[in-house]
């Protein structure tokens, strides 16, 4: 792994390959009756093909803003957002370029009446992917995510993290070369957030996928993430950017390690301060 990433990254921090995901100023405005709610501003982030970068930080600091913009469900009051140099445009985002992108929310939102397996089919119908290869491919990933045995049920017949794991599945059956997750395990025990962070990982090593995975879990973006954006409130903007440099495929016991602990310490230091100073 580190060898592949000082591919992509060159010395002194000079990536070799244009950003997959690019974001330039960009701030939104919330125009509210009674006022407006700046949920982020002037935002700048570049996320490099492969990279699997977290953004960390405190309820309502506009981390779901910056997904709900690069879903085109919002645009920016100003600013530029790109995907492969392409720019995402307010409300007339091509098909082509969302079909770039899959998205994983706090909740799966599967459709009640639908099984697991046509849930996780769900995109092929959207993006017009048919065919046998595809069909496959809902096989393959639901081998993978251990929901062989429950692909006929409905929703309300499985748990909470097989419900995550169908929607982790289904942001991925039409091969997206983005994953986009905020907060995915979130509302899952810690055991079975756990659990679900390494499969993740472990799904990462195989297809190496471009990640923006929102948390506000320190130990969680030390755990997965390869660089961390911190943000703050109140404005929402990124305060920091910060490099994890430990070793890949990486494991629970490393939770333990020194160097991890060290992470850990940084970035909650660093919300901890900007929270302290907001408070004065
Ligand atoms: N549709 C909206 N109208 C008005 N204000 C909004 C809207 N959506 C978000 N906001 C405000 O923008 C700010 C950022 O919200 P956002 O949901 O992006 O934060 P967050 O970091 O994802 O929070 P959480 O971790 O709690 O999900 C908050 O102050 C929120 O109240």
Known sequence: MAQKMSQLIGSGGDHVQDPKIKLVDVTKVFKTRSKDIVAVRDVNMEVHPGDFVAILGPSGCGKSTIIRM???????SSGEMYIDGQEIVGGKTSKELMKKMGFI?????????????QNVSLPLKVFGLQGKEWEQNVDRLIEMAGLKEYEHAYPAEISGGMMQKAGVI???????????????FG?????????????????????RKTIIFITHEVEEAVLLASRVYVMATNPGRIVAEVEIDLPRPRTLEMIEHERFITYEMELT????KVELRHIK
Do not use: K, Y
């Open 105 to 117: 929310f706090q909740q799966p939102n599967l459709f009640p009446w639908l099984t697991v397996r």
């Open 70 to 76: 690069l879903n085109d469900i919002i645009q920016p």
């Open 187 to 207: 509302a899952l025990d810690e055991i079975t957030r756990e659990q679900l962070d390494l499969e993740l990982l472990a799904i990462w090593e195989q297809t």
């Open 269 to 272: 230091s660093m919300i901890g």
């Open 170 to 184: 289904r942001a991925m059956v039409h091969e997206p070369e983005i994953l986009l997750m905020d907060e995915p």
